[in-house]
């Protein structure tokens, strides 16, 4: 088992920035593959970004594409999204996810594809 805590999440006015982290305990932190989705209101989850194992791959949806960066470091266990250039379409409820990450897909886009979830965290982007 993998435990995924979000923090981060707060009201921003358009074009501001905000950084979510998510902090992992449990079995080998490095050994998972790491994503983002949020899910807004009245709308499916969907995914925002992903992130391999070892860091060395990232994928990103392209609503957030050159505005938003996933990063990790594993000796704290934890997974970042920095998010510039905030919209209002992005205000979302955000949530990470875990999957054992050195078998299969380094990068996974589905819902499906994850173990692990996180609570999340909301993040408001006002006009």
């Known amino acids: 088992q993998v435990q995924l805590v979000e923090s981060g999440g707060g009201l921003v006015q358009a074009g501001g920035s905000l950084r979510l982290s998510c902090a992992a305990s449990?079995?080998?932190?490095?050994?998972?593959?790491m994503g983002w989705f949020r899910q807004g209101p009245g709308k499916e989850r969907e995914f925002v970004a992903a992130?391999?194992?070892?860091?060395?791959?990232?994928y990103y949806a392209d609503s957030v594409k050159g505005r938003f960066t996933i990063s990790r470091d594993n000796a704290k266990n934890t997974v970042y999204l920095q998010m510039n250039s905030l919209k209002p379409e992005d205000t979302a409820v955000y949530y990470c996810?875990?999957?054992?990450?050195?078998?299969?897909?380094?990068?996974?886009?589905?819902?499906?594809?994850?173990?692990?979830w996180g609570q999340g965290t909301q993040v408001t982007v006002s006009s």
């Open positions: 449990g079995r080998t932190f490095s050994s998972f593959a």
């Open positions: 992130i391999s194992w070892s860091g060395g791959s990232t």
């Open positions: 996810a875990a999957v054992a990450g050195k078998i299969g897909p380094l990068l996974r886009v589905g819902v499906g594809e994850y173990d692990f």
